[in-house]
T-cell receptor, first 113, second 116 residues
């Protein structure tokens, strides 16, 4: 079966712009989580969506937002991009609560210049 | 808040040998899950092994096994008969069952090199 699909794979944006990243979970998975990975801060939790509702949120500014659609696909948006937003953004999905682990996508590499 | 610490930024092992990666965590909870994930250059995080805190028996998946010491809050990963394909960044992760929902808290990672 298809894995977690993230698009695009790479993205270059200018400071001040906004960006939208997409994640399609494994079929049947209703929970989608987003993580930011940087060399300095490591892997940090952004938020989780379950059945179109945000169920959990990490400590990121309001410029980071997300949503989930009825088909469980999720998008995350970053407005007013800053240089420090350059990172690998990983999406992960699970059927329910993740106690058996999450399946991750290959991420979107965002570079802000 | 829970924290996860991996004290070995880099490790290396000879092919066919055994290597152990260390992980410690800090929590006041009694019910939680621990995971080891592998991230190769392809960037995709791959689940290696999972441990439930209320199970005393150490988890095993083929060449991968853990040494789970709940009282010491230690969760090390042993890779036996190392293969070139095991080379990757390995992350230890904690999932609360009580307070912080389904988020994963990751350690800093250990870069494993396998020498032929």
């Amino acid at each position: 079966k298809a894995g977690v699909t993230q698009t695009p794979r790479y993205l270059i944006k200018t400071r001040g712009q906004q960006v939208t990243l997409s994640c399609s979970p494994i079929s049947g998975h209703r929970s989608v989580s987003w993580y930011q990975q940087t060399p300095g801060q490591g892997l940090q939790f952004l938020f989780e969506y379950f059945s179109e509702t945000q169920r959990n949120k990490g400590n990121f500014p309001g410029r980071f937002s997300g949503r989930q659609f009825s088909n469980s696909r999720s998008e995350m948006n970053v407005s007013t991009l800053e240089l420090g937003d350059s990172a690998l953004y990983l999406c992960a999905s699970t059927r329910t609560g993740g106690t058996y682990g999450y399946t991750f996508g290959s991420g979107t590499r965002l570079t802000v210049v | 808040a829970q924290t996860v610490t991996q004290s070995q930024p880099e490790m290396s092992v000879q092919e066919a040998e055994t290597v152990t990666l260390s992980c410690t965590y800090d929590t006041s909870e009694s019910d939680y899950y621990l995971f080891w994930y592998k991230q190769p250059p392809s960037r995709q995080m791959i689940l290696v092994i999972r441990q439930e805190a209320y199970k005393q028996q150490n988890a095993t998946e083929n060449r991968f096994s853990v040494n789970f010491q709940k009282a010491a809050k230690s969760f090390s990963l042993k890779i036996s008969d190392s293969q070139l394909g095991d080379a990757a960044m390995y992350f230890c992760a904690y999932r609360s069952q009580e307070t912080s929902g389904s988020r994963l808290t990751f350690g800093e990672g250990t870069q494993l090199t396998v020498n032929p």
